[in-house]
DNA sequence: TCAAGCATGTAAGGCGTTACATGATTTA
DNA sequence: TAAATCATGTAACGCCTTACATGCTTGA
């Protein structure tokens, strides 16, 4: 699984706080392409640091717990390598919105649009985020360095998924709405 | 979760045995918008049966266990009946890809293009797979019913989904293509 | 003064993966 | 004779979700 190896690259850029990491995962460049809650964040952080693979600085705060910021360590980075130079599957696509292929009959039309409907919101608001992400490389296209141009690809994937479901959603209402005015 | 949901509403258009639901997941309807493994199937068939929401009637096979064809209960009809009219949310994105976008920069660019063009590859394949399901609907797309209609757009989702993946694999090589080549 | 942001965790339970286990029938 | 298909399961372990828990600072 990919939630460690995430966490690490994450830390191979700069050392970051749980919360920062688990902040990357909710609004940053890490939410368009994984998911996860901080609760995860945290107890990966400590098993991480358990095996070694990342350490971290205790900074005392005032009438607060430590703040601690995790650096990847040598034997981290060399698990983030070995990972990296293995082939990685696709992810398992797993779609509540499908159960409507299979038993949209037994509600109303107007509730299978109704729900439609929702997720092209949804969905639009999502292009809207991951555009934001890609502002700053999306001006500087012609001179980003292959780093750069990597986080760019990761973005677009993103961008192309959330467009592809509008596009979606817009293709299907306009079959259901003619299937039921005929 | 939609497991239960999805084998539920297999069920509620025909009876079917543990193996024919599996089946489903992996190669059939189901492979275009949820994942479960032969295992989870027959452990969830076995809940939903102590549950009362799915039963189920014995048939003897020679020299072996014996097979078993489940049917849904009024009492699952109705759980799958609240499902469906409440809103659902878009499933969480988690790829493994992504992380090349963090670190890609600690690998050759060959070891990224070399990944991306087998990425590709599996997609094209898919793509092949989830057409084939939608074979018979696309021929008499004019004359389906409803309930069809719902099962040909959820396998639309599939195919967009796949081919928008492969566009974006050519979008990236070429992408990267040029970086390096400059 | 209330909400949002900063900052850290624990615990229970459900979902999913991997590995193991059995054995007949059909097709190449 | 070997592989694929039919047909059913058990067990261990790890990942993810949901709920709970604490407390300071900053801005509206």
Known sequence: MALKHTILAFLSRHPLSGYDVAKEFAEGFGS?????S?????????????????????????????????????????????????????????????????????????????EIERRRQ??????????KLDEHFAKHLNSLELKDIYMHLIIRRGIRYQEEWVAWCDEALAAIAQAVNQ
């Open 122 to 131: 949804l969905h639009l608001k999502m292009v809207e985020h991951v555009k």
């Open 32 to 36: 368009c392409f994984w998911k996860a």
């Open 38 to 114: 901080q609760q995860q964040v945290y107890a990966e952080l400590t098993k991480l640091e358990q095996q070694g693979s990342v350490s971290y600085e205790a900074i005392p705060q005032a009438g607060r717990l430590d703040k601690k910021i995790y650096s990847i360590t040598e034997q981290g980075q060399q698990e983030l390598l070995n990972w990296l130079t293995q082939p990685c599957e696709p992810s398992a696509i797993r779609e509540d919105l499908g159960v409507m292929g299979l038993a949209g009959h037994l509600v109303s039309p107007q509730v299978v649009i109704r």
